[in-house]
């Protein structure tokens, strides 16, 4: 259904034009990069268009993808009065949770592998691709490089599990999808909003957006894979929090519309 | 055998409103029930409750003896039905909404389903439009589709919520024959509706609602047997006419500006007639009236403007 639907299509083809869009515009500024920032070595190397898309659509775009799917889950059938005939089918209300997440995390997936894969396309067409040189100033071979992306790809999709969550959650608290999906969007960009303030530092590495950038450590030898494993916990601690807080919500909850 | 439909004191309040109070539903297996009310009265909210949508704040109730809370997947697979109007995917076709109801149903056998889709759509009479999407269905193809999800495996009760609302009247009485056709083939049938003629028509057993009570339910045939019918004479002497009446043994007897009516029992209207002539009244007309559905319905719901809660 989620890859049926044309906003969606729509939303997924905006995402994987992002690295294209960032490969068109490095190409045109004809500027030489430095090397030693992600944004400076795709001149260098294909391979970081892919890791530049992740960064400038990470905080803010991606989320936004996952939300529009995530808080859309089950408002979505709920304002269009499918939801009263699903479950008189019937299915049952934890299994409908449970699928609803399964579909939000396939979407999750599909987002960050079309991101990679039409990085890696665009990095090859515009740019030279060969040996890798890392952040860190090391180099390993193209294959080796990739097999980063892809480690790279994985860590934030999983990351973006927190969005679906989040938005599954939402979204069984309201029959207004907007809302669900307005609400999911806020509260992350709360949360690195909160994550931007020096005087709450006591607090942000309890912040479900706060390790969403350490796959950068992937592209350091050797690589430090600390903030990175703290990250997918405390990911999984909120996945695990909000959807019983969903089940909750949603198993004793009168279906009216 | 046991009850389709069986409540005890079910009860819905929502925050300090009471939408359903204290119902005892009995629907025997087998029945077509008419479920009559006013708009408001509660007839949406028991039908949630009867299929686990809307969880009642007191009261039991059981589906073919089984409570819903136990085994509700085994329960409601026996039931189909359709709630407060279609809602369907704009997008998808009438066959493609069909599967996916039918994919999201687990002790359905896949491999028939696309048959079991052909003959729910032909049988509503929606076949040639399978592969047209819902949104650009008229209200009664809608309407149709969702009968048709009711229809999609083999059911013993059927819960529709205004079936025939949005049809014309050529589908409502398609709607009329299919339901009869299922009574036949023994399946039991729920329907709730405000329109008196098509309960009249169709059902077996009724149940009235009346600002989230049950204030009658039995026997059509009970609620019409329990009719006193009232002879009614227009005349100019209406004195004379109302002792004649009273000698022919009528009762509450009735008088107003050329007409006299009298609740006539179990005198025959003859005998009335005859004891008029007698008496030598000029009758201009003589009526024996029964009260219509109608007319006991809104003495049962009040005039039906009050919605509650």
């Known amino acids: 259904m989620i890859f049926r639907r044309r906003r969606n299509v729509v939303l997924l083809t905006v995402l994987a034009l992002v690295p294209v869009l960032i490969c068109a515009a490095v190409r045109a500024s004809g500027r030489d990069g430095h090397g030693g ?137 309201t029959e207004v999808p907007i809302a669900a999906i307005a609400a999911t969007l806020t509260l992350t960009i709360v949360s690195q909003v909160a994550d931007a303030i020096p005087q709450l530092s006591a607090i942000h590495s309890w912040l479900p957006t706060h390790y969403w950038l350490a796959w950068v450590n992937l592209l350091r030898d050797p690589v430090d894979t600390g903030d990175m494993s703290t990250g997918l916990l405390v990911t999984l601690g909120y996945v695990a929090f909000l959807l019983s807080m969903a089940w909750a919500r949603f198993g004793g909850k009168d279906i009216t519309s | 055998m046991p009850a389709a ?28 029930y008419g479920f009559l009310g006013p708009n408001g009265s509660g007839k949406t909210t028991t039908i949630r409750m009867l299929l686990g949508l809307v969880f009642p704040t007191s009261g039991t109730h059981q589906l073919f003896g089984s409570d819903i809370s136990h085994d509700r997947a085994k329960v409601l697979g026996r039931v189909g039905a359709l709630v407060e109007g279609p809602a369907f995917h704009p997008y998808l076709s009438g066959a493609a909404t069909l599967a996916r109801l039918d994919a999201a149903d687990r002790t ?38 969702g009968i048709a999800a009711a229809l999609l495996r083999p059911r013993d009760l059927l819960i529709l919520d205004e079936p025939t609302n949005g049809l014309d009247p050529q589908g409502t009485r398609e709607v009329r024959t299919l339901v009869g056709e299922l009574a036949d083939e023994g399946v039991t049938v729920f329907l709730s509706s405000h329109l008196l003629s098509e309960v009249e028509q169709m059902c077996t057993d009724v149940g009235v609602m009346s600002a989230g009570r049950l204030v009658w339910q039995g026997r059509l045939a009970d609620l019409r047997g329990g009719q006193v019918p009232r002879a009614r004479v227009e005349t100019a002497d209406v004195d004379a006419a109302a002792s004649a009446m009273a000698r022919a043994g009528l009762d509450d007897i009735a ?30 007309s003589f009526t024996v009236v029964r009260p219509t559905l109608e007319e006991q319905f809104v003495a049962l719901t009040g005039d039906g403007f009050d919605v509650s809660g």
Not at chain 1, 53 to 81: K, M, Q, T
Not at chain 2, 8 to 22: E, N, P, Q
Not at chain 2, 112 to 137: E, M, Q
């Open chain 1, 37 to 173: 920032s992600i944004f400076g070595g795709i001149t260098e190397n294909g391979l970081f268009a892919a890791l530049a898309a992740f960064l400038a659509a990470g905080p803010l775009f991606l989320p936004l993808v996952v939300s529009v799917v995530a808080g859309d889950s089950i408002a979505g059938e709920a304002s269009s009065g499918t939801l009263r005939y699903l479950l008189a089918v019937p299915v049952g209300r934890t299994r409908l949770l449970a699928v609803k997440f399964g579909a939000a995390t396939i979407w999750c997936l599909a987002c960050v592998v079309s991101i990679a894969a039409l990085g890696l396309l665009a990095g090859l067409v515009f740019f030279p691709n060969g040996r890798l040189t890392l952040l860190s100033g090391a180099t390993v071979s193209y294959a080796q490089g990739a097999l980063r992306l892809a480690a790279v790809t994985g860590y934030v999709g999983l990351t973006m599990l927190f969005v679906a969550a989040l938005g599954v959650f939402v979204s069984t608290s």
């Open chain 2, 255 to 284: 008088r107003s500006e050329g007409l006299v009516s009298a609740l006539l029992g179990d005198v025959p209207a003859e005998r009335v007639v005859e004891l008029l002539v007698r008496a030598g009244v000029g009758v201009r």
């Open chain 2, 5 to 32: 439909i069986a409540s005890a004191a079910l009860t819905k309040r929502f925050g300090s409103a009471c939408a359903v109070d204290a119902i005892d539903l009995d629907v025997p297996a087998g029945s077509v």
């Open chain 2, 108 to 145: 359905t056998d896949p491999a028939t389903v696309r048959p079991r889709i052909g003959a729910a759509l032909d049988r509503v009479g929606l076949g040639p439009a399978a592969g047209k999407n819902y949104r650009i269905y008229s209200l009664g193809m809608r309407q149709r589709l």
